[in-house]
């Protein structure tokens, strides 16, 4: 579930509550019962780490790169 964040109107109280995206939006302050208004957050970043992704499955490194041109040149002499 995501977490929502919200900031009151009138007393400037801020809180987040884990809602589910079918929930109805919180309208009032649990402190002063004034109107709140959903913040757009930030999110979360995101990192892809190990197996898998670009950066180490995708990606074409220098050394095969050499490698490649290697092969390329010897096989333009022969």
């Not at 208004?37 to 095969?64: C, M, N, P, Q």
């Amino acid at each position: 579930m995501p977490t929502y964040e919200y900031e009151c109107t009138k007393c400037g109280h801020g809180f987040e509550l884990l809602q589910s995206i079918h929930d109805r939006p919180r309208r009032r302050c649990p402190l002063c019962r004034g109107k709140v208004e959903k913040l757009i957050s930030g999110g979360i970043g995101i990192s892809f780490k190990g197996a898998g992704f670009y950066a180490t499955d995708s990606r074409r490194t220098v050394e095969k790169e050499k490698k490649e041109k290697k092969a390329t040149d010897t096989n333009a002499d022969a």
